[in-house]
């Protein structure tokens, strides 16, 4: 039981700082268009490019920590909302993928 709240807890606490995160993400790279009128204005939009593709890499971890909490809550506890939490868990890996594809298309 301590091992199932544990789970759920961890899988809660992850979720909750992921989908904060992705929804921050989407907004910032929605926010850019391409009309760039100066050298200094191209290069501040680069940098805060690469800045937010190198922290969209780096919580391809944090996706798939949240994945394996989601799949152990489903493991260890038969009465958990297995179906909801998938579903969940697989709209995270949609938005994740399509805010990778979004950079890619910039």
Known sequence: QDAQL?????YQDSLT???SWLEAMEASTQQ???NWLSIQETRSRLLKYKTTLQDIVSHKRFIEAVNERGAAVIN????APAEEIQETIENINERYGTLQESMKKT
């Open 76 to 79: 260890s506890n038969p009465i």
């Open 6 to 10: 544990q789970h759920w807890s961890s």
């Open 17 to 19: 700082q992921l989908v």
């Open 32 to 34: 850019e268009q391409v």
